[in-house]
């Protein structure tokens, strides 16, 4: 069982369209929040049923989770709106109608959609999230029916456009400082610093094996130093780091 609630109007939220199984009449809509948290939830779902299918679990569907993040609402009543503000729902409607999904920047129309009339948000139980690697939808029962809605679907794209960047990878390549004095004769076929360079590193220079390991990076002053060994010669050298910029600048919210 689920209690409607308000949609957040800081949010950028989805409306989709919603079928039943009959022609029930005054069908829902479902307005879904698109907070990072909600986002990054719903991908991780898609990529956990992507793994599971690519695994070979070749009878595996899709995986369904109760969830209660959908706000399931009728059209709006917009009798008492102001001509302006009453095309604007009524066309968003229309397109959730056409398009089957569409997208709403924080603060657009929201407040006046969800606010002025809670008599529109509509009850239902046993709100089911359907997860396919190509995206979400819900499944849920009208409350005191057996009356299955089916929403639209949320692609994995459109997830992706709203949840959060991942974590800026560090801009760094492999680099060198030749502070050190000339090292003693390389074994024949090893790298030199410039092939390892080239090569981005990820390989031993002296007997060119990937089973190598890093220990933790130590910074200072855009430079980043990290020691790696060789787990198939017992080499040891360390990897040269220089910052090279940056990447994904957020202003703070109050700024932005
Ligand atoms: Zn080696």
């Known amino acids: 069982m689920t209690t409607p609630r ?27 929040e698109l907070t990072p948290g909600f986002c990054t ?31 399931w609402l009728t059209r709006p009543d917009t009798d008492a709106l102001d001509e302006e503000a009453a095309d604007a729902i009524e066309a968003l409607f229309d397109d959730a109608d056409d398009q089957e999904t569409v997208f709403l920047d924080p603060g657009t129309f929201l407040c006046t959609i969800t606010d002025y009339d809670d008599a529109r948000l509509v009850s239902v139980e046993c709100t089911r999230m359907l997860v396919t690697p190509e995206g979400i ?28 960047p991942a974590p ?27 092939d ?13 094996s990937g089973d190598i390991t890093g220990d933790s990076c130590e910074c200072e002053a855009g430079t980043v130093w990290q020691d790696v060994c060789c787990q198939a010669c ?10 090279q910029g940056y990447d994904y600048l957020k202003l703070s919210a109050k700024e932005a």
């Not at 017992?234 to 910052?243: I, R």
Request: aromatic fraction near 10%.
């Open 196 to 208: 390892y360079r080239e090569s981005q590193g990820g390989c031993c220079p002296v007997c060119k």
């Open 234 to 243: 017992g080499a040891k050298w360390q990897d040269v780091y220089f910052l």
């Open 41 to 71: 939830l719903a991908l991780e779902r898609i990529a956990l049923v992507t793994q599971l299918k690519a695994a070979g679990k070749h009878s595996l569907y899709e995986l369904a989770y109760w969830d209660t993040h959908p706000t």
């Open 137 to 164: 939808t819900w499944e849920t029962y009208l409350k005191h029916t057996s009356v299955t809605c089916t929403t639209a679907q949320l692609t994995r794209a459109e997830l992706e456009k709203y949840a959060p």
């Open 6 to 32: 308000i949609p957040d109007p800081a949010t950028p939220i989805a409306l989709l369209r919603v079928w039943d199984e009959r022609d029930y009449g005054d069908l829902p809509y479902v307005l879904v």
């Open 168 to 194: 800026p990878a560090p801009v760094l390549r492999p680099a060198f400082v030749p502070d050190q004095p000339t090292p003693e004769p390389l074994p024949a076929g090893a790298l030199t610093v410039d």
